[in-house]
């Protein structure tokens, strides 16, 4: 007997000839996002880049909010995740457009990673 020449039925099965499942999870393209909010969560994920506008900075604390309709709650962010042109503008950036890209944390709160002014 050589390798290769087992007779059906003997030795392990690994294929049963059915369709070859995917592992993990299945990446599917997400739609487009519609004006008409209404969604479940906000839609907006991590690394994701959303606009908003400042609606709070504590600069004794160093960090602050930033509301977006695109967002299901206020987004938090540290001073240091501010660009440049908004570490400049930190004494009046309440009230300002900005753009942040999203990430993720532990907790499942939304967190800027990255915020530029708009």
């Known amino acids: 007997g050589g390798y290769g ?12 000839g059915g369709p070859i499942e995917p592992t993990g999870p299945v990446k599917r393209p997400r739609p487009a996002a519609s004006g ?7 839609g907006a994920g ?14 004794g ?28 503008a930190i004494a009046s ?6 753009s942040c890209q999203l990430a993720s944390v532990p907790d499942g709160k939304i967190r800027a990673s990255s915020v530029t002014l708009l």
Not at 52 to 59: D, H, I, Q, Y
């Open 93 to 98: 950036i309440v009230g300002s457009s900005v």
């Open 36 to 42: 008409c909010g209404g969604g479940g969560g906000g």
């Open 5 to 16: 020449m087992k007779r059906p039925g003997e030795g392990p099965q690994n294929y049963n």
């Open 61 to 88: 604390k160093g960090f602050g909010f930033i509301s977006s309709p695109e967002t299901s709650s206020d987004i938090y962010f540290n001073a240091n995740t501010l660009g440049p042109e908004a570490q400049a």
């Open 46 to 59: 991590a690394g994701e880049w959303v606009s908003g506008t400042v609606k709070s900075f504590n600069s």
